[in-house]
């Protein structure tokens, strides 16, 4: 009979991790792995240039040295300014204009068939066949830098997003249209939030190409900032200041495209940041 027989026994509680599979859970968890894997990379870096191969391929110890005194001495932060001014420019037009493209792209597909065959011709032309001819048309001024930004960053950009708004599930437009959403409310709420993803990946790999576009424009067309600094100490065999400067524009890249991502968790995808 329910009610008069002897109470059930409580369920029996789950064992409490012990602590030394915490201590593990922490040190296999995302920073330590990624310190982890920095201090990998940069203790090969003083293994190989310690290797008596090549005098012109110092190690981590005399690099993190020269860089010190670029910083003191202003000189590096005076290069930044110098090649950022045509990199923020040419990332800002190739982050508005190829977002744009890209899913002005991935919703019609005239616009495709006009705009894709040429973003592919530019994301598989050889840049350095295309600097002298910007240099004939647009002189060694900015304008010509801030043009190999955007031919370096807003193919990647435009692809990306063309194909994150194309490959929007269609159970989710489908879905959209049943509850009579309008061709507007779909693309606000249902297509673009399913492409967020995606557009910032192009945006990451876009912005990382931009700054590989800003340093060759410096390199091949004028050696100014950052480019100025590599060619110099090339020049004169102060390789440890080279690698410096090399080094810190690798690092202003990988920081900014970690901001990127950060604005993406942050404001676009809070999913994302609970569950991390």
């Known amino acids: 009979m329910i009610g008069t027989g002897t109470k059930s026994a409580p369920p029996a509680s789950l064992p409490a991790p012990s602590a030394g599979r915490a201590v593990l859970s922490r040190l296999t968890g995302p920073l330590p792995l990624r310190i982890l894997s920095f201090a990998i ?39 930044f300014a110098i090649t950022l001014v045509p990199l923020a420019i040419g990332v800002a037009i190739s982050g508005l204009v190829g977002v744009g493209l890209g899913v002005a792209m991935g919703l019609d597909e005239r616009i495709e068939w006009l705009g894709v065959p040429v973003f592919i011709v530019l994301q598989a032309a050889p840049l350095a066949a295309l600097v002298p001819l910007l240099v004939l048309a647009y ?117 900014f495209i970690e901001f990127l991502g950060f604005v993406e968790r942050r404001f676009l995808r809070p999913e994302s940041r609970r569950s991390s």
């Open 139 to 255: 002189g060694i001024g900015i304008t010509t830098k801030v043009a190999i930004v955007c031919i370096m960053a807003m193919p990647v950009i435009v692809l990306n997003a063309f194909k994150a708004v194309r490959h929007t599930p269609r159970s989710l437009v489908e879905m959209g249209t049943i509850f009579m959403g309008t061709r507007r409310q779909i693309i606000g709420k249902i297509i673009l939030p399913a492409a967020t993803p995606v557009i910032f990946a192009g945006l990451r790999l876009g912005t990382a190409a931009g700054f590989v576009g800003a340093v060759l424009a410096e390199l091949l067309v004028t050696p100014t900032g950052i480019g100025d600094i590599i060619t110099y100490n090339q020049s004169i065999a102060e390789y440890p200041k080279m690698y410096a400067a090399i080094a810190a524009v690798i690092a202003v890249s990988v920081a």
């Open 41 to 79: 990379a940069l203790a090969a870096w003083e293994v190989a240039g310690r290797w008596p191969v090549s005098p012109s391929f110092p190690p981590f110890s005399e690099t993190a040295v020269a860089f010190a005194g670029l910083v003191t001495d202003g000189s590096l932060l005076a290069a």
